[in-house]
């Protein structure tokens, strides 16, 4: 059985750096037409926005719980190979750092009735990831179609279309009785409400019956996403408080890795990438659930890129306190073993 049928992951996602020029620009480089953008000014104080082309040229922010707004004078287009933007700071400001982090999904989005929730979904079953968009009817163990063929180990789920609703985060390493936020520091809680203590098929994803993931009449978007073997790992480690900290395995070289302190509260969710410093120690990092600028040379929160995973080097409890559990998401730079190449102690 081949190890990944993925050799080359920045044809599925891939990081991309840029200056602003406070005016309009293409930024090209990205590999592929994205259909999910988080982009970070990574100079100033300002909101990470997401935009995805299920939704079109709106934007969310990750560390807010407000509605989407129309976003197409600001990000003006998705291209054949990264995407437009205009004069607007948080994704163009002049003369400022700029990261934009890339995923691609299916495209256009088609009618999903696997669920008892029709949805609109564009999925990319290679690469594990799909944009579901749908209409909540608060009914304690609704189900969403999501497209993947496979179960999601996490899904992340927004109100869209008014209200003061946090982003809903469900993982598969603390299991989904329990809910974490994306816009908040708050650990791990007990939570029914939101995927109805169901963990998601291979078809449809559960929800519950609160606003934030099943308000009636509510209109919501899901991005959800399946483990895949060389490409992508979601997981948990427990920290150990020292600079020779854990080592995870993802079996390949993260370019992106996003992590939070599940066990308690007060810890930002820290994300980290290949490019930014671009070497080890990896000591850069954004918080999106923050609208701070990006964290640079810090001295705690800080990790070592391997061929084989990720290890702690820091002692900051947001990332390694002795004893706390950290979930985490991780995408590939490179896999350590490729489908062309033979797994060690198995068969091709």
Request: glycine letters at 14%; proline letters at 3%.
């Amino acid at each position: 059985m081949a190890y990944t049928t993925i050799d080359k992951p920045t044809d599925y996602f891939n990081t991309k750096l840029y200056t602003g020029n406070g005016g309009s620009q293409s930024i090209t480089g990205v590999g592929f037409q994205p259909d999910w953008c988080l982009i970070k000014n990574r100079n100033q104080a300002l909101n990470p926005v997401a935009i995805d082309s299920v939704r079109g040229l709106k934007y969310l922010y990750t560390n807010s719980t407000s509605a989407e707004g129309d976003y197409s004078s600001a990000f003006t287009s998705f291209d054949s190979d990264g995407f437009s933007v205009g004069a607007t700071d948080n994704v163009n400001g002049n003369g400022n750092g700029i990261v934009a982090f890339n995923w691609l999904a299916g495209g256009s989005a088609s009618s999903n009735s696997n669920g008892s929730i029709t949805s609109s979904v564009s999925a990319n079953t290679t690469a594990g990831f799909s944009i579901v968009k749908w209409t909540g009817n608060v009914t304690a163990g609704a189900t969403v179609g999501h497209g993947l063929g496979s179960a999601p180990k996490v899904v992340i789920t927004k109100r869209t279309d008014g209200g003061t609703n946090k982003w809903v985060v469900g993982h598969g390493a603390i299991g989904f009785t329990e809910v974490i936020y994306l816009n908040e520091t708050d650990a791990k809680a007990t939570d029914s409400g939101s995927w109805n203590n169901t963990a998601p098929s291979s078809t449809v994803f559960t929800v519950g019956n609160n606003n934030e993931s099943n308000g009636n009449g509510y209109e919501f978007i899901s991005y959800c996403f399946a483990e895949k073997k060389g490409y992508s790992k979601f997981g948990s480690y427990t920290g150990n408080g020292n600079a020779d900290g854990t080592f995870v395995y993802t079996g390949f070289k993260p370019a992106w890795l996003l992590v939070k302190k599940s066990s308690a509260s007060g810890s930002d969710w820290n994300l980290h990438n290949n490019k930014s410093p671009g070497f080890n120690v990896n000591d850069n990092y954004l918080a999106p659930n923050e609208n701070a600028a990006e964290v640079t040379n810090n001295s705690y929160q800080i990790f070592d890129f391997t061929a084989q995973g990720f290890k702690c080097r820091g002692t900051g409890t947001g990332t390694n306190g002795s004893g706390a559990t950290y979930i985490f998401m991780a995408f590939a730079e490179s896999p350590f073993v490729t489908a062309g190449t033979k797994a060690a102690g198995t068969a091709r």
